[in-house]
């Protein structure tokens, strides 16, 4: 294959001294610490109140059954990026681990689909932020997006064991959330269980329709988005102790409990919605209302900003590791990697905070939707090309390297890019055709600054202790 990570022998070898050399990351975070920073990542209830509302809009009573879908589908991307991510742990995440095993231009393409989603899912997120603290003060979306965003970007510049703890206490506040809402669902259940495998939406004059096959699949990107946190643990991979255990439970547990923390409570929303136009509406805040006080109902609502704002905490955190492992592997011109691997007095990537957390605040201001749609394209892309790298997890020198290995390998990998590829084919075209745009622009930077300098230029690496 061409474009191998190691040059040629005859190549000048690139040596950086001790001084200039940026300081590496502390392996501070066990299987909890990780777990519930990665889950805070996931956000189940942000995905629940922010993203789910735009499923039940499409799809009505089909929407527990498309995220159901969703969630089989990331089984298997959770067993890849836990094969790779234990096998090449590195804060460069998907890119590392792709460019790694299947070479530095696909390291590349898969670099530019995680900085799509990492500079655009915290602003997604931060914009709903809006209508959960309509209790209190009234405040539009895109200007509480950016202010939870200027505020995540703070937080992040602090200590990451310190942000863990606040974190976990954000978390539990948003999981009770999610819990009082699906015992409310469950108790005011207007329809069987039959229902949740019917497709049927409803307008706000209560005529019906039927939801279709092409409809799911064409909300399948935005069902894989609801759970797309999980593969964010590999982010913490160079943070994690005992990285080649603790890499695969990480990703593992956060999937199975993001996916009960959304899945429960969606059955139970559109089991006890009072009337089919109300589930469509997706207005969950104000079927909470309807089952209880307003007490409760202001409770609720608080609990899912907070958990919106830790949100955008532990994703300006992760994301900024990306960015710092792509200055370490001097994917840009010298200044930048070395703005970018600056870490300051909490040993926090400073540089790269602000890159993730400043223009996630103006993104807030560009329309969700689209927003989202682009996010569903670049997180399938994504999943894609690491399962891709997944087929060359065992072969050469990575053959015998200790690291947790998937079942069903390599027959899962090859199904997972069968259905992404054609999930792919059926998301928004807009989107695809913005995505495209992009990861095309990125190809020319790659073809004329990147390639004719490989020899210092886009040199993946791996923490000194875990090099094989």
Same mark, same amino acid.
């Not at 202010?147 to 970007?153: D, E, F, I, P, Y």
């Given at each position: 294959?061409?474009?191998?990570?190691?040059?040629p022998?005859?190549?000048?070898?690139?040596?950086?001294?001790?001084?200039?050399?940026?300081r590496?990351?502390?392996?501070?975070?066990?299987?909890?610490?990780?777990?519930?920073?990665?889950?805070?990542?996931?956000?189940?209830?942000?995905?629940?109140?922010?993203?789910?509302p735009?499923?039940?809009?499409?799809?009505?009573?089909?929407?527990?059954?498309?995220?159901?879908? !969703?969630?089989?589908?990331?089984?298997?991307?959770?067993?890849?990026?836990?094969?790779?991510?234990?096998l090449?742990?590195?804060?460069?995440?998907?890119?590392?681990?792709?460019?790694?095993l299947a070479?530095?231009f696909?390291?590349?393409?898969?670099?530019?689909?995680?900085?799509?989603?990492?500079?655009?899912?915290?602003?997604?997120?931060?914009?709903?932020?809006?209508?959960?603290?309509?209790?209190?003060?009234?405040?539009s979306?895109?200007?509480?997006g950016a202010?939870?965003?200027?505020?995540?970007?703070v937080?992040?510049?602090?200590?990451?064991?310190?942000?863990?703890?606040?974190?976990?206490?954000?978390?539990?506040?948003?999981?009770?959330?999610?819990?009082?809402?699906?015992?409310?669902?469950?108790?005011?259940?207007?329809?069987?269980?039959?229902?949740?495998?019917?497709?049927?939406?409803?307008?706000?004059?209560?005529?019906?329709?039927?939801?279709?096959?092409g409809?799911i699949?064409?909300?399948?990107?935005?069902?894989?988005?609801?759970?797309?946190?999980?593969?964010?643990?590999?982010?913490?991979?160079?943070?994690?102790?005992n990285?080649?255990?603790?890499?695969?439970?990480?990703v593992?547990?956060?999937?199975?409990?993001?996916?009960?923390?959304?899945?429960?409570?969606?059955?139970?929303?559109?089991l006890g919605?009072?009337?089919?136009?109300?589930?469509?509406?997706?207005?969950i805040?104000?079927?909470?209302?309807?089952?209880?006080?307003?007490?409760?109902?202001t409770?609720?609502?608080?609990?899912?900003?907070?958990?919106?704002?830790?949100?955008?905490?532990?994703m300006?955190?992760?994301?900024?590791r990306?960015?710092?492992?792509?200055?370490?592997?001097?994917?840009?011109?010298?200044?930048?990697?070395?703005?970018?691997?600056?870490?300051?007095?909490?040993?926090?990537?400073?540089?790269?905070?602000?890159?993730?957390?400043?223009?996630?605040?103006?993104?807030?201001?560009?329309? !969700?939707?689209?927003l989202?749609?682009?996010?569903?394209?670049?997180?399938?892309?994504?999943?894609?090309?690491?399962?891709v790298?997944?087929?060359?997890?065992?072969r050469?020198?990575?053959?015998?390297?200790?690291?947790?290995?998937?079942?069903?390998?390599?027959?899962?990998?090859?199904?997972?890019?069968?259905?992404?590829?054609?999930?792919?084919?059926?998301?928004?075209?807009?989107?695809?055709?913005?995505?495209?745009?992009?990861?095309?622009?990125?190809?020319l930077?790659?073809?004329?600054y990147?390639?004719?300098?490989?020899?210092?230029?886009?040199?993946?690496?791996?923490?000194?202790?875990?090099?094989?």
């Open positions: 294959m061409t474009d191998t990570l190691r040059p022998a005859t190549s000048s070898t690139v040596t950086v001294s001790t001084a200039e050399a940026p590496g990351l502390q392996r501070s975070l066990g299987v909890v610490g990780g777990t519930l920073l990665t889950l805070s990542c996931v956000t189940p209830a942000s995905s629940l109140f922010v993203i789910v735009s499923l039940f809009n499409a799809l009505g009573t089909a929407t527990a059954l498309t995220i159901g879908v !969703g969630a089989l589908i990331c089984v298997a991307v959770a067993f890849c990026y836990s094969e790779l991510g234990t090449i742990p590195s804060a460069g995440g998907e890119y590392a681990m792709v460019g790694t070479g530095r696909a390291g590349w393409l898969v670099f530019i689909q995680s900085l799509i989603v990492v500079m655009i899912v915290p602003s997604v997120i931060a914009i709903g932020t809006a209508a959960y603290l309509a209790p209190i003060v009234h405040v979306g895109p200007v509480a202010a939870v965003m200027l505020a995540a970007t937080a992040g510049l602090l200590d990451l064991r310190a942000n863990a703890w606040i974190t976990g206490i954000f978390l539990v506040l948003e999981v009770i959330a999610a819990g009082v809402v699906s015992i409310l669902g469950f108790a005011h259940s207007q329809r069987g269980v039959g229902s949740l495998f019917h497709g049927v939406l409803a307008d706000s004059h209560g005529a019906t329709s039927t939801v279709g096959l409809a699949m064409a909300a399948m990107g935005t069902a894989l988005f609801v759970t797309q946190g999980f593969s964010t643990a590999i982010y913490l991979s160079e943070e994690l102790e990285p080649r255990r603790n890499v695969a439970r990480t593992l547990w956060t999937l199975g409990l993001s996916a009960v923390v959304i899945m429960v409570p969606v059955i139970a929303i559109t919605a009072p009337d089919l136009a109300t589930l469509t509406g997706g207005d805040s104000g079927m909470v209302a309807g089952w209880s006080d307003s007490a409760l109902g409770f609720i609502s608080l609990c899912i900003a907070l958990a919106i704002i830790n949100a955008g905490i532990v300006v955190i992760q994301n900024s990306v960015l710092f492992a792509s200055g370490r592997d001097k994917a840009w011109p010298e200044p930048v990697n070395k703005a970018f691997g600056t870490l300051n007095r909490f040993n926090a990537p400073w540089i790269a905070t602000l890159a993730v957390g400043i223009p996630g605040a103006v993104l807030c201001f560009i329309p !969700g939707q689209l989202t749609n682009i996010t569903g394209v670049a997180v399938a892309a994504l999943y894609l090309l690491v399962a790298a997944a087929l060359f997890a065992r050469g020198a990575h053959k015998h390297t200790p690291a947790w290995r998937q079942p069903l390998w390599p027959v899962l990998p090859v199904l997972l890019i069968v259905a992404l590829g054609y999930t792919l084919t059926q998301l928004d075209s807009k989107a695809l055709i913005w995505t495209g745009v992009i990861t095309a622009v990125a190809s930077y790659w073809v004329f990147l390639r004719p300098r490989q020899a210092t230029r886009w040199v993946i690496t791996l923490p000194e202790d875990e090099r094989i």
